[in-house]
């Protein structure tokens, strides 16, 4: 069930590009060159034994400088490197099964590449000067593109091996092309009454059974002084040192306010401890002045200060447990043409695989919406609450010609989507991934 399967994909921002202009676009437009030229062949991750370098890592990152956000950092170094490996892992699963791009593929490519063309003809001594304006050895380069086209004739075969059964076509149509008319019963949390009220007991049970739940990082509280005068920063550090209160500072509890932190000063904070809780740092024409001011150890928060967070948690579980018996018992009453007392929405002449973006029914029930004689179905969640389907009419809507073609085609592209990432998330359970985290923080 293709069309309806909702996609969690594994290929991330991408797996594979054959180099052409952009790569040469973004590569020379953002950030300094020197900054993958000038690191050695440190590891970032070794993939079943094959290095990948700081270099390529870097050459990687630079495609996302133009993100100037904190909170995605993270989330982009992780993702430069899942792609690295991701990429090394089809590469050498490629070469295993003999694939090897050759030298007049990889001239192909360059040649056809606008970036190393003049007057639309391919100009050696441009193809040259680029290369060597990006630091970039012409073998280098054409390794690169070799290990691309050598990725692609993989995930061409891949692609090339799936097929469409005429089963998968005819229930696929049906989804499309069937419309349902009939009743969408909601059951929310005001349909349900909770008199409860837990006991101490209970709540004492539960935090003893989930003290994790309640553990408390640790706090550092950090002020910051900004001055431009270098005179007066000596002044406030030598005031600091011997222990006397200067005014004027901003206060930052982390890791809460790690993302209010000047830029200047988050990535020295780190370097505090209680024995050497004060530094000194620039940031443009002013001097920062960051004075560890006190630490709170990490622990278990008592069971006073979570007290009233666990009373609202056991009163939730209760309130969603009778919500579930609520919905469970208007299904039973709707499937015994039993009159209900919840509100409801009608629909008409929607199509099937709307309905999933309406409540979380899997594909398969989806398909017992159009082909059984049943009418009611349930209850699913919905965001808030719960739902129960009573279908009250199907209808067929004849596709076109064009509408079929083009449904084919997605549900070869959904499937083939699916074999690569089934692929490499089997090349990945099986390989010997090791990565570097110190070279990571150290060169990124």
Same mark, same amino acid.
């Given at each position: 069930?293709?069309?309806?399967?909702?996609?969690?994909?594994?290929?991330?921002?991408?797996?594979?590009?054959?180099?052409?202009?952009?790569?040469?676009?973004?590569?020379?437009?953002?950030?300094?060159?020197?900054?993958?030229?000038?690191?050695?062949?440190?590891?970032? *991750?070794?993939?079943?034994?094959?290095?990948?370098?700081? @270099?390529?890592?870097?050459?990687?990152?630079?495609?996302? /400088?133009?993100?100037?956000? @904190?909170?995605?950092?993270?989330?982009?170094?992780?993702?430069?490197?899942?792609?690295?490996?991701?990429?090394?892992?089809?590469?050498?699963?490629?070469?295993?099964?003999?694939?090897?791009?050759?030298?007049?593929?990889?001239?192909?490519?360059?040649?056809?590449?606008?970036?190393?063309?003049?007057?639309?003809?391919?100009?050696?001594?441009?193809?040259?000067?680029?290369? *060597?304006?990006?630091?970039?050895?012409?073998?280098?380069?054409?390794?690169?593109?070799?290990?691309?086209?050598?990725?692609?004739?993989?995930?061409?075969?891949?692609?090339?091996?799936? +097929?469409?059964?005429?089963?998968?076509?005819?229930?696929?149509?049906?989804?499309?092309?069937?419309?349902?008319?009939?009743? =969408?019963?909601?059951?929310?949390?005001?349909?349900?009454?909770?008199?409860?009220?837990?006991? $101490? &007991?209970?709540?004492?049970?539960?935090?003893?059974?989930?003290?994790?739940?309640?553990?408390?990082?640790?706090?550092?509280?950090?002020?910051?002084?900004?001055?431009?005068?270098?005179?007066?920063?000596?002044?406030?550090?030598?005031?600091?040192?011997?222990?006397? $209160?200067?005014?004027? +500072?901003?206060?930052?509890?982390?890791?809460?306010?790690?993302? @209010?932190?000047?830029?200047?000063?988050?990535?020295?904070? #780190?370097?505090?401890? $209680?024995?050497?809780?004060? =530094?000194?740092?620039?940031?443009?024409?002013? +001097?920062?002045?960051?004075?560890?001011?006190?630490?709170?150890?990490?622990?278990?928060?008592?069971?006073? &200060?979570?007290? &009233?967070?666990?009373?609202?948690?056991?009163?939730?579980?209760?309130?969603?447990? =009778?919500?579930?018996?609520?919905?469970?018992?208007? +299904?039973?009453? =709707?499937?015994?043409?039993?009159?209900?007392?919840?509100?409801?929405?009608?629909?008409?002449?929607?199509?099937?695989?709307?309905?999933?973006?309406?409540?979380?029914?899997?594909?398969? $029930?989806?398909? /017992?919406?159009?082909?059984?004689?049943?009418?009611?179905?349930?209850?699913?969640?919905?965001?808030?609450?719960?739902?129960?389907?009573?279908?009250?009419?199907?209808?067929?809507?004849?596709?076109?010609? &064009?509408?079929?073609?083009?449904?084919?085609?997605?549900?070869?592209?959904?499937? #083939?989507?699916?074999?690569?990432?089934?692929?490499?998330?089997?090349?990945?359970?099986?390989?010997?991934?090791?990565?570097?985290?110190?070279?990571?923080?150290?060169? *990124?």
């Amino acid at each position: 069930m293709y069309t309806l399967i909702q996609k969690h994909k594994t290929l991330l921002v991408f797996i594979v590009t054959v180099a052409s202009g952009a790569f040469f676009l973004w590569l020379f437009f953002t950030g300094s060159v020197r900054d993958i030229t000038s690191v050695g062949k440190k590891c970032v *991750a070794e993939v079943n034994g094959s290095c990948i370098t700081l @270099r390529d890592y870097r050459r990687e990152l630079l495609r996302f /400088s133009n993100i100037q956000s @904190r909170d995605l950092e993270e989330v982009i170094k992780k993702q430069v490197i899942e792609n690295l490996i991701t990429q090394e892992l089809l590469y050498q699963k490629a070469r295993s099964l003999g694939f090897y791009a050759s030298d007049e593929e990889v001239v192909s490519v360059i040649k056809s590449d606008p970036t190393f063309q003049e007057g639309g003809v391919f100009s050696a001594s441009k193809y040259k000067e680029m290369l *060597a304006r990006l630091g970039l050895e012409p073998g280098e380069y054409e390794d690169y593109i070799r290990r691309m086209l050598t990725v692609q004739k993989l995930l061409a075969l891949v692609s090339n091996s799936v +097929y469409l059964s005429e089963a998968e076509k005819n229930i696929n149509l049906a989804v499309q092309s069937t419309l349902l008319s009939g009743k =969408l019963y909601i059951i929310t949390p005001s349909d349900v009454e909770v008199s409860y009220t837990p006991t $101490q &007991e209970e709540m004492m049970s539960f935090y003893e059974k989930n003290k994790e739940l309640f553990r408390r990082p640790e706090k550092k509280l950090v002020r910051v002084w900004a001055e431009k005068d270098k005179a007066k920063v000596e002044e406030i550090y030598k005031a600091i040192k011997e222990g006397k $209160q200067v005014q004027g +500072y901003t206060e930052y509890l982390l890791p809460d306010d790690a993302n @209010r932190l000047p830029k200047g000063v988050s990535s020295e904070v #780190s370097k505090l401890d $209680q024995k050497d809780g004060i =530094l000194v740092t620039k940031e443009g024409d002013e +001097y920062l002045i960051v004075y560890l001011y006190r630490v709170e150890p990490a622990g278990i928060r008592s069971f006073e &200060e979570v007290k &009233e967070q666990i009373r609202s948690a056991l009163i939730d579980k209760k309130k969603a447990s =009778l919500l579930r018996d609520k919905a469970q018992e208007i +299904y039973k009453r =709707l499937t015994e043409g039993k009159d209900v007392s919840v509100k409801y929405l009608t629909f008409e002449d929607t199509p099937a695989d709307q309905i999933m973006s309406i409540a979380k029914v899997k594909e398969d $029930q989806v398909v /017992s919406f159009i082909l059984s004689k049943q009418k009611v179905f349930g209850p699913y969640e919905l965001s808030q609450g719960y739902g129960v389907f009573v279908i009250t009419d199907r209808k067929k809507k004849p596709a076109g010609e &064009e509408e079929i073609k083009k449904l084919t085609q997605d549900i070869l592209n959904m499937k #083939s989507d699916a074999m690569i990432n089934y692929l490499i998330e089997h090349l990945i359970r099986n390989a010997k991934i090791k990565i570097n985290e110190e070279v990571i923080k150290g060169g *990124a």
